[in-house]
Every structure is written in structure tokens, then in C-alpha cells.
């Protein structure tokens, strides 16, 4: 269970994170299935005297309404939910039609928006900027830039650690 309406409780991914910290384990950056999954992770980082981002960076696969609430403000992957859904539809309605098994998967874009929580390093915003100017001319989704989580920090992941949650 993610999320306890009785008490309020991220508790699986919460205690989840809490029993790697425990470890003596520290990641320098989490990525969570989805944003209820970041609050907790974040939420436990916290909880542990950690500092999201300066310690550990933390990024969500949804891109609900509730990431741009959190403390800080989650940088997240965001889904096109409702085109997902339309697109799922379509797809199993062409296979009733079709009487067809399988069906190629479809590619929907997504969005890469950075935040308080991971925040995009100043070497890099210049690239998403232009990124973003080529994707507007060519109708491609954007990666928004939040000027407020753009840093001077350099983006410090090194990855021979095998640290990993």
C-alpha cells in the first residue's frame, strides 16, 4: 500500500527508503514510479536530515497537480494522461473492429519539467532552452525551464558507485 486514506501515510515507500537509508546507503538521486511514490521518498529523506536537492535529487513519473505542491516542488517526468487514455481507447477499439489480437504500441510524448527537486543545471538550461525554441517550431513537446530551479551546481552523478534504490 502507497497511500493510507485512514492515516494519511505514504507508509510502503516511506519505510521503504528509510530501511535503505539504514543501510548506510545514500543515493544521490531517486526517480519514483509516480508522485505519490516522490512525497514519500521525499518525505523520508527528509525525515532522515537529508536535503532534497542538495543531497539527494528526487524525480516522479506522473506529473500530477501534486508535484508542483510538494516542499520542494517536484521536478517530474509528466505523463499526457488523458491523451494516454484517448489513445488506449482508440487502440482497443480498432482491435474489436479489426478483430485483430495485437497492435503496434504507440510513442506519446511526454515533458521533462524541471523543479525544486532536481533542478536543471545552468550548464544544461542553455540546450533546453534551445530544445524547447526547435520543439515549438517543430510542434514537439517541450522540457519547461522553472528559472527558479535552475543552479549553478554541476550535476555531480557519479554513477560508479552503484549507489541505487
Do not use: W
Not at 501534486?66 to 499526457?80: G, R, W
Not at 473492429?97 to 550548464?123: K, V
Request: charged residues 20%; proline residues 7%.
Amino acid at each position: 500500500m502507497l497511500y493510507d486514506p485512514i492515516t494519511g501515510e505514504l507508509s510502503c515507500v516511506y519505510r521503504t527508503v528509510q530501511e535503505y537509508l539504514a543501510l548506510g546507503k545514500k543515493p544521490q538521486a531517486v526517480i519514483a514510479y509516480g508522485d505519490l511514490m516522490g512525497l514519500g521518498t521525499q518525505r523520508a529523506l527528509i525525515d532522515a536530515g537529508l536535503r532534497v536537492p542538495e543531497d539527494v535529487g528526487v524525480i516522479a513519473l506522473t506529473g500530477t497537480h501534486l508535484s508542483a505542491k510538494a516542499h520542494p516542488a517536484m521536478t517530474v517526468v509528466a505523463q499526457p494522461m488523458a491523451r494516454m487514455g484517448q489513445t488506449a481507447a482508440d487502440m482497443l477499439s480498432e482491435m474489436i473492429r479489426d478483430g485483430t489480437r495485437r497492435l503496434l504500441g504507440r510513442h506519446i510524448p511526454c515533458q521533462l519539467i524541471f523543479r525544486e527537486s532536481f533542478p536543471l543545471p545552468a550548464a544544461m538550461a542553455d540546450e533546453v532552452r534551445a530544445y524547447n525554441e526547435l520543439a515549438v517550431i517543430s510542434h514537439r513537446p517541450t522540457m519547461p525551464v522553472n528559472e527558479e530551479a535552475v543552479t549553478d551546481e554541476p550535476a555531480d552523478l557519479d554513477t560508479s558507485s552503484g549507489s541505487e534504490l
